[in-house]
């Protein structure tokens, strides 16, 4: 077996603890385990359950018109601030129902990622991590399917929306594997080749599953690399993931629910990105796409920010009234913000030194703000972090070890960037 | 007043320009003095005397704006601004203070004009409204409503546009999705609709937001024409990337008679004017700059074109219509024909 890989390292390690207590039955019975005081299954345990939907503004939205307003100057632009719930914390007046839910949500307005370039910045906030050549690091949603999902998952692991063409690329687990790989929605929210085909008869489905599982047996164990391993355990979750269709199809919700999220597209599929984390599904990927805004910045967030603040409210709302919001962080976030300097279209351009993101729910002490810029927004001026840093704040939030590491070869790898630090004061 | 012969588009050229930090958004002129009336980005409203060689501005006190002055008009010893504040401010030129402040929609406003009349001003804004109101008291003699306050695609319409026929008998608004409607002043009724949606660009694929709208409406001298002005349609909505378009309509029998776009530039055409004693349009706008072009209604061709260094948001003339005073992005200028 190649105990090289990453994957297998970290579950070899759980076996061998587990085998040494004479635990036979470890992946079919975690209760058993986590009572006789192993702390990686205590940790497992804890964190079982727990899953993100990361609301992925794609293109940059501006921190000035959202997170962090600067009104009366002549950066911060035409809009006012509105108190929120929480006295002495003001937001943009373009997101309303955002302030007077901010008690579930911490603000963090210090993030300075330095990379201003699309292509970039999307690779560093996928990965936590600047780029390498050689290395294939995962994104933020296969690392997170990799910590949080059941090994027996009968559902996706990682789902990824992306419905605009702007911007669009896939998510991938790099050097997890191909198992951690997103299911990757663009055209239709209904994944493609899901259901099976009518010329062949469910018994007959079943038959060949068999004879696969049957025929890569032996080819596994002679090979027993991660390619193999990936490709015959995703053949092993066929079934699961055929039987899991039902969970895209929002036309199953009620049409007060469906109201509930709005008419917006974006709303559809943060309503079926509920229901994807509900039924298990570690990590859902909601792209709201396209907030580059280089000319008319007020108009265009004036749209995005009011489609935004509805349904990123009324996602919070309803996993809350379903007592899911402790164990789902839900993450909004872009690949940089926007220039405070107002350019001639009255359009923001792409800024990284000082922009915001915001984390609610799941391990989070909500009603805080994290970091502070200078008066005009165009520097950090107090706890000034990067994306290694808000990576690991969002593996604590969760429960995820920080100090860990995946060994790629003989390298280890730890699972943030070398010298990451969580924001313990967003973390509840 | 000089009639077109004593005008050459050609000769037509900037002769001043004040830089500044903030963005100049509206600008009117003074009645009594050569000095003009502006509207700031930095919430306040300015005067400046652009045909003397001085570049300091005096800084109209009093509680204005809390937002951007989007339009100003000045009426006898009067102005009235209007801001994305929501606000309708009123000033006195002479004292140079605020004297009233009223809040006089929910949403931005995005322009204010006078009536001919000299007794009203009319405004519109995002909430959906044009509403009308007197100058001497400030009160509302009346809102015209009918623009949906949603576009079709489920987000935030806009009305930016407003325009009052030179006899006084007639509005025209014009909002985000490209509908425009006309009013009589007499009877405050709508008695004509039009169509204009090439100047609203609404991406489905690629950003899955909107651009454009029509941003700038005027009547010809005897009312029959209705300009509209915006943008054509975009391709890359993340700019002002399309072609300056303009719209002539036959609006009581509401036939598009003309459509221009100007392919020597890009932008948006933030206001038009029809040019005193000519069948001259004065079109300006712009992208990240700006630009001036000079429009013959008669034989339906661009006379001139000129660019600035920055996005021009309004336009006023002097009052023999020889000088040209533009409202831009971070400068003032001043245009004449000769």
Same mark, same amino acid.
């Given at each position: 077996?190649?105990? %090289?890989?990453?994957?297998?390292?970290?579950?070899?390690?759980?076996?061998?603890?587990?085998?040494?207590?004479?635990?036979?039955?470890?992946?079919?019975?975690?209760?058993?385990?986590?009572?006789?005081?192993?702390?990686?299954?205590?940790?497992?345990?804890?964190?079982?359950?727990?899953?993100? &939907?990361?609301?992925?503004?794609?293109?940059?939205?501006?921190?000035?018109?959202?997170?962090?307003?600067?009104?009366?100057?002549?950066?911060?632009?035409?809009?006012?601030?509105?108190?929120?719930?929480?006295?002495?914390?003001?937001?943009?007046?373009?997101?309303?129902?955002?302030?007077?839910?901010?008690?579930?949500?911490?603000?963090?307005?210090?993030?300075?990622?330095?990379?201003?370039? !699309?292509?970039?910045?999307?690779?560093?906030?996928?990965?936590?991590?600047?780029?390498?050549?050689?290395?294939?690091?995962?994104?933020?949603?296969?690392?997170?399917?990799?910590?949080?999902?059941? #090994?027996?998952?009968?559902?996706?692991?990682?789902?990824?929306?992306?419905?605009?063409?702007?911007?669009?690329?896939?998510?991938?687990?790099?050097? @997890?594997?191909?198992?951690?790989?997103?299911?990757?929605?663009?055209?239709?929210?209904?994944?493609?080749?899901?259901?099976?085909?009518?010329?062949?008869?469910?018994?007959?489905?079943?038959?060949?599953?068999?004879?696969?599982?049957?025929?890569?047996?032996?080819?596994?164990?002679?090979?027993? %690399?991660?390619?193999?391993?990936?490709?015959?355990?995703?053949?092993?979750?066929?079934?699961?993931?055929?039987?899991?269709?039902?969970?895209?199809?929002?036309?199953?919700?009620?049409?007060?629910?469906?109201?509930?999220?709005?008419?917006?597209?974006?709303?559809?599929?943060?309503?079926?990105?509920?229901?994807?984390?509900?039924?298990?599904?570690?990590?859902?990927?909601?792209?709201?796409?396209?907030?580059?805004?280089?000319?008319?910045?007020?108009?265009? !967030?004036?749209?995005?920010?009011?489609?935004?603040?509805?349904?990123?409210?009324?996602?919070?709302?309803?996993?809350?009234?379903?007592?899911?919001?402790?164990?789902?962080?839900?993450?909004?976030?872009?690949?940089?913000?926007?220039?405070?300097? &107002?350019?001639?279209?009255?359009?923001?351009?792409?800024?990284?030194?000082?922009?915001?993101?915001?984390?609610?729910?799941?391990? &989070?002490?909500?009603?805080?703000?994290?970091?502070?810029?200078?008066?005009?927004?165009?520097?950090?001026?107090?706890?000034?972090?990067?994306?290694?840093?808000?990576?690991?704040?969002?593996?604590?939030?969760?429960?995820?070890?920080?100090?860990?590491?995946?060994?790629?070869?003989?390298?280890?790898?730890? &699972?943030?960037?070398?010298?990451?630090?969580?924001?313990?004061?967003?973390?509840? | 007043?000089?009639?077109?012969?004593?005008?050459?588009?050609?000769?037509?050229?900037?002769?001043?320009?004040?830089?500044?930090?903030?963005?100049? @958004?509206?600008?009117?002129?003074?009645?009594?003095?050569?000095?003009?009336?502006?509207?700031?980005?930095?919430?306040?409203?300015?005067?400046?005397?652009?045909?003397?060689?001085?570049?300091?501005?005096?800084?109209?006190?009093?509680?204005?704006?809390?937002?951007?002055?989007?339009?100003?008009?000045?009426?006898?010893?009067?102005?009235?601004?209007?801001?994305?504040?929501?606000?309708?401010?009123?000033?006195?030129?002479?004292?140079?203070?605020?004297?009233?402040?009223?809040?006089?929609?929910?949403?931005?406003?995005?322009?204010?004009?006078?009536?001919?009349?000299?007794?009203?001003?009319?405004?519109?804004?995002?909430?959906?409204?044009?509403?009308?109101?007197?100058?001497?008291?400030?009160?509302?003699?009346?809102?015209?409503?009918?623009?949906?306050?949603?576009?079709?695609?489920?987000?935030?319409?806009?009305?930016?546009?407003?325009?009052?026929?030179?006899?006084?008998?007639?509005?025209?608004?014009?909002?985000?999705?490209?509908?425009?409607?006309?009013?009589?002043?007499?009877?405050?009724?709508?008695?004509?609709?039009?169509?204009?949606?090439?100047?609203?660009?609404?991406?489905?694929?690629?950003?899955?937001?909107?651009?454009?709208?029509?941003?700038?409406?005027?009547?010809?001298?005897?009312?029959?024409?209705?300009?509209?002005?915006?943008?054509?349609?975009?391709?890359?909505?993340?700019?002002?990337?399309?072609?300056?378009?303009?719209?002539?309509?036959?609006?009581?029998?509401?036939?598009?008679?003309?459509?221009?776009?100007?392919?020597?530039?890009?932008? #948006?055409?933030?206001?038009?004017?029809?040019?005193?004693?000519?069948?001259?349009?004065?079109?300006?706008?712009?992208?990240?700059?700006?630009? @001036?072009?000079?429009?013959?209604?008669?034989?339906?061709?661009?006379?001139?074109?000129?660019?600035? %260094?920055?996005?021009?948001?309004?336009?006023?003339?002097?009052?023999?219509?020889?000088?040209?005073?533009?409202?831009?992005?971070?400068?003032?200028?001043?245009?004449?024909?000769?």
């Amino acid at each position: 077996m190649n105990l %090289n890989n990453p994957y297998f390292a970290l579950n070899r390690r759980r076996w061998m603890q587990a085998a040494s207590l004479g635990s036979a039955g470890m992946a079919a019975n975690m209760s058993k385990i986590s009572l006789i005081g192993q702390p990686a299954f205590a940790e497992q345990l804890q964190r079982s359950g727990k899953n993100v &939907i990361l609301l992925w503004l794609a293109g940059g939205a501006s921190q000035l018109e959202t997170w962090d307003p600067k009104p009366g100057r002549l950066t911060g632009g035409p809009f006012a601030t509105t108190k929120t719930c929480i006295p002495g914390i003001e937001i943009s007046e373009l997101l309303p129902r955002m302030a007077s839910r901010l008690h579930r949500t911490a603000i963090i307005r210090s993030l300075n990622t330095k990379i201003a370039d !699309h292509g970039q910045a999307y690779e560093l906030m996928d990965t936590g991590r600047t780029k390498e050549p050689g290395v294939a690091y995962p994104h933020l949603g296969a690392v997170i399917a990799h910590q949080l999902a059941a #090994i027996d998952s009968k559902v996706p692991d990682y789902v990824e929306m992306y419905t605009s063409t702007e911007g669009r690329r896939k998510g991938t687990a790099g050097y @997890l594997g191909a198992r951690f790989n997103p299911m990757f929605l663009t055209e239709s929210m209904i994944p493609d080749n899901l259901t099976r085909q009518k010329s062949i008869e469910d018994v007959d489905h079943l038959d060949r599953a068999d004879l696969q599982h049957f025929l890569s047996k032996s080819f596994r164990h002679r090979q027993g %690399n991660l390619a193999v391993d990936s490709h015959a355990t995703a053949y092993q979750r066929v079934r699961g993931l055929m039987a899991s269709d039902y969970l895209f199809d929002i036309d199953r919700e009620p049409q007060s629910m469906r109201d509930h999220y709005g008419p917006t597209q974006f709303g559809e599929q943060c309503l079926i990105a509920r229901r994807l984390v509900e039924s298990g599904v570690p990590f859902v990927k909601v792209a709201r796409a396209w907030w580059d805004s280089h000319g008319q910045n007020f108009e265009t !967030h004036q749209e995005l920010c009011a489609d935004l603040d509805y349904v990123m409210s009324a996602l919070l709302d309803d996993l809350e009234q379903r007592g899911m919001l402790d164990r789902t962080l839900v993450i909004s976030l872009g690949e940089f913000g926007r220039t405070p300097q &107002i350019n001639g279209s009255l359009g923001r351009d792409h800024f990284a030194q000082a922009w915001s993101c915001t984390l609610s729910g799941c391990g &989070i002490r909500g009603g805080t703000v994290y970091g502070k810029t200078d008066d005009d927004g165009r520097t950090v001026v107090d706890g000034e972090i990067d994306a290694g840093d808000l990576f690991a704040t969002i593996f604590k939030a969760l429960g995820i070890d920080i100090d860990q590491e995946f060994m790629l070869g003989s390298r280890p790898i730890p &699972i943030v960037d070398f010298g990451s630090k969580p924001v313990l004061e967003v973390l509840a | 007043m000089i009639d077109a012969t004593d005008r050459d588009p050609k000769k037509f050229r900037r002769v001043r320009e004040v830089k500044a930090a903030d963005i100049l @958004l509206s600008i009117a002129l003074h009645p009594n003095r050569s000095t003009v009336l502006l509207g700031s980005s930095d919430a306040n409203v300015y005067e400046l005397d652009l045909t003397s060689d001085g570049t300091e501005r005096l800084k109209l006190s009093g509680a204005g704006h809390r937002s951007y002055v989007t339009g100003i008009v000045a009426v006898g010893s009067r102005a009235i601004s209007c801001g994305y504040d929501g606000q309708l401010v009123w000033w006195d030129l002479e004292s140079r203070e605020a004297l009233l402040a009223i809040p006089a929609h929910k949403k931005w406003i995005r322009r204010v004009v006078a009536m001919p009349n000299g007794k009203y001003v009319v405004s519109v804004a995002d909430d959906m409204f044009c509403r009308v109101w007197d100058i001497e008291s400030g009160e509302m003699i009346v809102e015209l409503s009918g623009h949906s306050a949603m576009t079709p695609h489920h987000f935030p319409s806009m009305l930016y546009a407003v325009a009052v026929s030179p006899d006084g008998q007639w509005i025209a608004t014009g909002d985000r999705v490209g509908h425009v409607a006309v009013w009589d002043t007499s009877t405050w009724s709508k008695v004509s609709t039009l169509e204009a949606p090439i100047l609203y660009t609404w991406d489905p694929k690629a950003r899955r937001h909107s651009i454009g709208g029509i941003r700038s409406l005027a009547f010809s001298p005897d009312g029959s024409v209705l300009a509209v002005g915006g943008t054509g349609k975009i391709n890359n909505i993340d700019h002002l990337d399309g072609r300056p378009r303009l719209e002539l309509f036959d609006w009581r029998v509401g036939n598009r008679i003309h459509e221009y776009e100007d392919d020597t530039c890009k932008g #948006i055409i933030e206001q038009i004017d029809w040019i005193p004693g000519t069948d001259w349009l004065m079109i300006t706008g712009g992208d990240h700059k700006g630009f @001036l072009t000079v429009f013959d209604t008669q034989t339906k061709k661009a006379l001139h074109h000129e660019g600035t %260094n920055g996005h021009i948001h309004a336009m006023t003339w002097d009052s023999e219509a020889q000088a040209l005073f533009l409202a831009a992005h971070e400068r003032t200028e001043m245009w004449s024909w000769s």
